[in-house]
């Protein structure tokens, strides 16, 4: 595509859009220092160690065009060189081991062949009930802007709503709010303590998971066309938890 118009789309995505973005002062140096005091807050070199300056780059937006619709863009924020993706990463696939714990409806599917035995048991049942003339027909829907138009106290209260359902389920089991995590991007993440025999994982409290998870929706500072830009509406495409923030968002709701 021209560059200029990549540049047209960008600044229409993003920086013209005061209503789910806004303009900071800060510089890149600046926004270094904010993730640094942000990490130091809370306490995360345990999981993750902080880089230094001269490594650090600003997350970046871009947007390219929607395959059904090419006047339309998909904003997308990469989080690739983020200095907290790792801890962010550890927090929401906490969160989506929690949820898969829930007692609570919901129709999230968490890979495509879980929907097998289902699917192979309406048709068994249909052509029972309608015999062999049995005919199928198939829709999808999506959700507009599930991921963008999000408030963040939405977000945020549907989180802690899965938290409380966990912690409820663990007080009646008696058993220790705590999950064990491998400090690194695929590792295993897994209900209970860590101890000196796994020196490869750390212990989260649900509480650590639950101030991860708010600081990564509250904190979205991205840089765009020279630019540092501050999200305050919806939850970033590109966030390691924005998948989980949205199941979590379908799970209250």
């Not at 160690?49 to 929607?66: I, S, V």
């Not at 200095?83 to 999230?108: E, N, Q």
């Not at 999950?179 to 409290?205: M, V, W």
């Not at 999200?231 to 949205?246: C, E, K």
Request: proline fraction near 6%; glycine fraction near 4%.
């Amino acid at each position: 595509e021209c560059p200029v118009l990549q540049w047209q789309r960008e600044r229409r995505m993003y920086s013209d859009n005061t209503e789910k973005y806004s303009r900071t002062t800060m510089s890149p140096t600046d926004l270094y220092h904010h993730f640094k005091r942000l990490s130091a807050h809370h306490s995360w070199d345990h999981m993750a160690r902080f880089p230094a300056e001269n490594r650090f780059q600003p997350p970046y937006g871009y947007c390219f065009q929607k395959a059904r619709d090419p006047m339309k863009d998909r904003p997308i924020i990469s989080y690739f060189s983020h200095p907290l993706k790792l801890v962010y990463r550890i927090g929401a696939r906490s969160l989506a081991l929690m949820l898969t714990t829930a007692d609570m409806d919901h129709f999230t599917l968490w890979k495509i062949s879980d929907m097998s035995p289902t699917l192979r048991r309406w048709m068994t049942d249909i052509s029972t009930s309608f015999g062999e003339h049995t005919r199928f027909l198939s829709w999808a829907a999506d959700v507009k802007e599930m991921y963008t138009r999000v408030p963040h106290t939405e977000a945020i209260r549907a989180v802690d709503f899965v938290i409380a359902r966990v912690s409820m389920i663990f007080d009646r089991r008696r058993r220790r709010h705590s999950i064990r995590a491998e400090l690194r991007l695929h590792g295993d993440i897994e209900f209970g303590k860590a101890n000196h025999l796994t020196p490869q994982f750390t212990t989260l409290s649900f509480a650590d998971i639950r101030a991860i998870c708010v600081t990564d929706i509250l904190n979205c500072y991205f840089q765009s066309l020279g630019v540092i830009l501050r999200q305050d509406l919806g939850v970033p495409m590109g966030s390691p938890g924005a998948p989980t923030f949205a199941i979590c968002l379908c799970a209250y709701f």
